[in-house]
Structure formats: structure tokens, C-alpha cells
């Protein structure tokens, strides 16, 4: 009286256990795409709420006045690094942005966070984003297709 396995009792079993890992592959990818989607999603609005409290900080006369300004950001890092409150008489600085996120689908070397994004000036065509004087609004500057068929860079 034997109490192991014979060995196509284990061959068997392997070949279920190999059966199973390969039909969870593609539900576990599709997952890391919807995790790293929630996260640009998230980035996208953190950006652009920051961006449209800064244009009202400027608006509201906080900021610094500038002849011909939109008054958008000139850059990214402004958001975190802040700028003077000029009605304020200690002239504390008015930060919108803990940090700035890097976009979650880009490939490649990038100098800092902000270099991850593309960058639309106020005065550029929605169509054809191009860079400028200010920041009017970010877009991601991925090639690929969303799991809603829409390209990253137009969400």
C-alpha cells in the first residue's frame, strides 16, 4: 500500500495548474491597465484643477499682475513651488500642488515630472497643442489606446 502520488496524478495536476495561470494572464494585464488609467485619470484632474485655481488666484488679484499674461502658470512647477500672495503682507506663498505626478504611460527618460507631460499654451489650437508662454492645460504624451478605444493624449 502506496499513500504518494503517481506520477501522472502530478503531471496532471500541473497541467490544470498551467491551464488556469494562463487564462488569469490576461485579466492581470488588463488590470494593470485599468490601475495605471485610474491613476492618469486622477493626475489629469489634479493638474488641471490646480491650473484653474491658480488662473482665479490670478484673476482675484493674488498673483502678481503681468502686462500680456493670461494668466495661467508659466510652468508646471510653479503649481508646486508657489508664487507670492501680493495681498497678503507677509507675501506668503500660494502653493496648488503638493507635488506634481508623472504621467503613468510615459515611456522613456524624462528630467523631472513635468517633462512627462505635454503642455498646451493658452493662446495654441486644441486641435495642434503646441508649448508657449503659459500652461493652459496638460495632456499625456503616450501613442497608446485606452480600454475605451480614446487615445491617452485626449483624455
Not at 490670478?58 to 510653479?78: F, Q
Not at 496648488?96 to 522613456?108: H, I, K, M, N, V
Not at 486641435?127 to 503616450?142: A, C, I, M
Request: charged letters at 30%; hydrophobic letters at 35%.
Amino acid at each position: 500500500m502506496s499513500f504518494g502520488f503517481s506520477y501522472i496524478e502530478i503531471v496532471i495536476s500541473v497541467a490544470i495548474l498551467a491551464l488556469l495561470a494562463t487564462a488569469a494572464t490576461p485579466y492581470l494585464e488588463q488590470t494593470v491597465i485599468r490601475k495605471k488609467e485610474s491613476e492618469l485619470r486622477s493626475d489629469l484632474r489634479d493638474i488641471r484643477t490646480a491650473i484653474d485655481a491658480y488662473k482665479k488666484a490670478y484673476d482675484e488679484g493674488h498673483l502678481e499682475n503681468r502686462v500680456g499674461a493670461s494668466g495661467y502658470p508659466g510652468n508646471l512647477e510653479e503649481l508646486v513651488e508657489g508664487v507670492p500672495d501680493v495681498l497678503d503682507p507677509k507675501k506668503t506663498k500660494m502653493r496648488f500642488l503638493r507635488r506634481l505626478p508623472a504621467d503613468p504611460f510615459f515611456s522613456g527618460e524624462a528630467k523631472s515630472a513635468s517633462d512627462t507631460w505635454g503642455k498646451r499654451a493658452y493662446d495654441s489650437d486644441p486641435d495642434q497643442p503646441k508649448e508657449g508662454d503659459d500652461v493652459f492645460d496638460v495632456y499625456s504624451l503616450s501613442d497608446q489606446k485606452g480600454l475605451n478605444g480614446i487615445p491617452y493624449r485626449l483624455w
